[in-house]
């Protein structure tokens, strides 16, 4: 059994940066592929970023390509997503996910392929 817990939502002025984290309970953290989705109220699970297991291979959602990033450190069992230039259609509550299958770039994308999930974090962006 995994368990998750995100930290590091707040809310932010536009344009401004934040750091998610996402520390996971349980054995081979290393094993695990990691995602980050958010929701919006209303909406379903949209998919911002995932990284695989060692950390050699990411994919990100198109709105947040070039401004986010995904990192994780197996050492402290954390995932992290730096946020650089928040806007206020980042708004979301975030979660993190882990997958204990292959890292399928399609799949990853999928919050269906996902076993495990945290409580979620609340970022909020002010213009």
């Known amino acids: 059994q995994v368990g998750l817990v995100e930290s590091g939502g707040r809310l932010i002025q536009a344009g401004e940066s934040l750091r998610l984290s996402c520390t996971a309970s349980?054995?081979?953290?290393?094993?695990?592929?990691m995602g980050w989705f958010r929701q919006y109220a209303d909406k379903g699970r949209e998919f911002v970023a995932a990284?695989?297991?060692?950390?050699?291979?990411?994919r990100y959602a198109e709105s947040v390509e070039g401004r986010f990033t995904i990192s994780r450190d197996n050492a402290k069992n954390t995932v992290y997503l730096q946020m650089n230039t928040l806007k206020p259609e980042d708004t979301a509550t975030y979660y993190c996910?882990?997958?204990?299958?292959?890292?399928?770039?399609?799949?990853?994308?999928?919050?269906?392929?996902?076993?495990?999930w945290g409580q979620g974090t609340q970022v909020t962006v002010s213009s």
């Open positions: 990284i695989s297991g060692d950390g050699g291979d990411t």
């Open positions: 996910a882990s997958r204990n299958l292959d890292f399928n770039p399609m799949a990853v994308r999928n919050n269906r392929e996902y076993d495990h």
């Open positions: 349980g054995p081979a953290f290393r094993s695990y592929v």
